[in-house]
């Protein structure tokens, strides 16, 4: 399970030269030889990793992916990203809430489905990630899982 951050480089030619923005590549220290610089237009950054936080997937299929679960990349808002960091704070202070308002769920490569240590961990690192990316008002977020 993955949280992805794009960022749009100002890199054009009608960019201000003190405005412009770059990135470089490069493999063994030298200019990549496959990839020109100054065509790259975005920068995507893995800001989270979850691993068998089944409560954490649920929450994305049911809320960023309408109901799909296909292990597509979904665009993820501001607004839905703030939605999950409350959710999580609101079951970390009531543990009684988690069924209701985070569940588990269950399946093949999911793990337990126990509201545990390893089930409130999650939404601790969950909390941590998001905070993360809210500091950022320029930035895209993406969402994605592979089974």
């Not at 929450?59 to 296909?70: M, R, S």
Request: proline content about 3%.
């Amino acid at each position: 399970m993955y949280l992805y951050k794009k960022s749009y480089l100002l890199s054009g030619d009608w960019i201000k030269e003190e405005a412009r923005e770059s990135v470089t590549i490069t493999k063994g220290g030298q200019p990549h030889p496959n990839i020109k610089s100054d065509r790259v237009k975005y920068i995507i950054e893995e800001v989270g990793y979850w691993r068998k936080a089944n409560a954490i997937h649920k929450w994305f299929v049911d809320n960023v992916q309408d109901g799909v679960d296909n292990c597509s990349i979904y665009d993820v808002s501001t607004s839905q990203l703030e939605d999950l960091l409350s959710l999580c704070k609101t079951v970390l202070e009531d543990k009684d809430k988690a069924p209701e308002l985070l569940p588990a769920q269950s399946g093949f490569f999911f793990g337990n489905t126990d509201y545990d240590e390893y089930y409130f961990g999650d939404l601790i690192q969950t909390m941590e990630i998001i905070e993360d990316c809210l500091s950022d008002n320029d930035a895209e977020f993406q969402y994605s899982s592979s089974w």
